[in-house]
């Protein structure tokens, strides 16, 4: 999926710190407190660091957060799943915010009444573009979605809608593509909704879903960490509740 020495008493020096600008002491604050955690690796560094509403948010819910020991105790830290709302909220919300249409439910005929929707395939967001990995058809049941991984996916030609994976089926005989669409509509719409204080971007949610949506991909965190798809659905999961 970048220190000083107090002055010596001795040789006449202050023993207080020159002041720093506060954008400086903030990525000093930063850079000790991954060197702490033992994860002060350019990449996890970098990341940190590019997020601008960092003083704001809570540090332990991104992605960077998960990779320096966010289970310790810290000053600060907050529950991760108060932050965003579930997918069954998004399902009901009478408004999506801005950058997407919520459209409606297509009846037994595949008609949308003329508003369709925002297409889940082909979101952009932050240079990255969401995959097509749900499309729809009509059958004698109604309107189907097939993901990415059904082999009924290929049948169809339809782009579905971010309403139409948000409503795919769940439950205890759910498969794994279902639910990672379901939980990263619900990631790109609190991201839209929350703005910059929210742990991730709407970019780096379609980087790591695209990366693990085929079977037995993988999603790079670091130079050295992988994430499957079962991961990368436990952290969407993990910022709503």
């Known amino acids: ?3 000083h020495t107090p002055s010596d008493p001795q040789l006449g020096g202050s023993t207080e710190p020159p002041a720093l600008p506060l954008a400086s002491s903030r990525v000093t604050a930063s850079r000790r407190q991954f060197a702490k955690a033992g ?14 509403a ?3 948010q809570a540090y332990n819910c991104t992605i960077s957060g998960q990779m320096s020991g966010n289970a310790s105790p810290r000053p600060g830290k907050v529950d991760c ?10 399902k009901n919300a009478s408004t999506w915010p801005a950058g997407t249409l919520k459209g409606q439910q297509p009846d037994g005929t595949c ?13 952009a967001s932050g240079g990255q ?10 059958e004698s049941s109604g309107c189907n979605v097939y993901g990415y991984r059904d082999p009924s996916f290929g049948t169809c030609s339809s782009k579905a809608t971010l309403l139409q994976v948000l409503n795919t ?27 910059t204080d929210y742990p991730i971007t709407v970019g780096q949610a379609i980087k790591m879903f695209n990366a ?8 790079q965190v670091n130079g050295s960490v992988y994430w499957d798809d079962n991961q990368v659905l436990a952290y969407f999961q993990s910022l709503y509740s």
């Open 169 to 195: 089926p769940g439950g205890l005989n759910d498969t794994m593509i279902y639910a990672l669409g379901r939980s990263l509509a619900a990631t790109i719409l609190n991201a839209l909704s929350i703005g």
């Open 81 to 90: 799943k108060t932050i965003g709302k579930s997918p069954g909220y998004w």
């Open 129 to 138: 573009v969401l995959m097509d990995s749900f499309r729809y058809k009509s």
């Open 39 to 52: 994860a002060a690796v350019p990449v996890v560094l970098g990341s940190l660091l590019s997020k601008p």
């Open 54 to 56: 960092l003083a704001t």
């Open 111 to 123: 008609s949308f009444g003329g508003n369709k929707g925002t297409v889940f395939g082909g979101f």
């Open 212 to 219: 693990v949506c085929p079977l037995g991909g993988k999603y």
């Open 1 to 3: 999926m970048n220190e």
